[in-house]
């Protein structure tokens, strides 16, 4: 199993701004890409799925480049309860079974300032 | 529906002692994983499942045994418990769709001594 890599950050960004993460994967077998958001001393959580074709949910947008193995996430009208650690994540598995479970990048923290 | 639920919440041991955390999920997923969370190393595959009575190693899998004798359970055994396995232990379900992601239980936060 190969490395994902993020931006530890923080990044301290004000309340109503649009930040962006990226992330790199090196297994050029990874199958689903995944965005999870950490709260201190929590489980992760879905954010969202990452589609191929890029995919949107509220104020989240999630981009993926196969080619370049790059994954995004931009986060628009931010929020204060936005403030989390950002969780890039990648599975070799898929819906037919074989390998599975996630890799996971270190996360990058994000302060949103009031 | 309940999720993922793991037990104990907090554990502490000795060095040496064995234990076992316990994984429920009443899902009906196929897919059962363990992860380590460790300062600075972010979250690491111990073991997963891909379906009853099948299971393989992770990336961390030394000193942890599993098994998983029903689509519901899926218990980690800590064989002789040492202070590296201090952690935080995640258990996590998904179904048959890789692009449902996984979901987590609450943790098991473990210290040994």
């Known amino acids: 199993r190969k490395e994902v890599e993020q931006d530890p950050g923080p990044f301290n960004v004000p309340e109503g701004a649009t930040v962006a993460f990226n992330c790199t994967y090196s297994?050029?077998?990874?199958?689903?890409f995944f965005w999870y958001r950490q709260d201190c001393r929590k489980e992760p959580k879905l954010l969202m799925s990452?589609?191929?074709s890029g995919n949107e949910d509220g104020r989240f947008t999630a981009q993926l480049n196969r080619a370049s193995q790059y994954i995004s996430l931009l986060i628009r009208d931010s929020k204060l309860s936005d403030s989390a650690t950002y969780l890039c994540?990648?599975?070799?598995?898929?819906?037919?079974?074989?390998?599975?479970?996630?890799?996971f990048g270190k996360g990058t923290h994000l302060i949103i300032q009031p | 529906n309940a999720g993922v639920t793991q037990t104990p919440k907090f554990q502490v041991l000795k060095t040496g002692q064995s234990m076992t955390l316990q994984c429920a999920q009443d899902?009906?997923?196929?897919?059962m994983s363990w992860y380590r969370q460790d300062p600075g190393m972010g979250l690491r595959l111990i073991h997963y499942?891909?379906?009853?009575?099948?299971?393989d190693q992770g990336e961390v899998p030394n000193g942890y045994n599993v098994s998983r004798s029903t689509t519901e359970d899926f218990p980690l055994r800590l064989l002789s418990a040492a202070p590296s396995q201090t952690s935080v232990y995640f258990c996590?379900?998904?179904?048959?769709?890789?692009?449902?992601?996984?979901?987590f239980g609450s943790g098991t936060r473990l210290t040994v001594v």
């Open positions: 996590a379900s998904r179904g048959g769709t890789a692009l449902d992601g996984y979901t």
């Open positions: 297994n050029s077998a990874s199958q689903s």
């Open positions: 990452v589609y191929s």
């Open positions: 994540v990648v599975n070799i598995g898929y819906s037919g079974g074989g390998a599975d479970g996630l890799t």
């Open positions: 899902m009906n997923h196929e897919y």
């Open positions: 499942s891909v379906g009853a009575g099948i299971t």
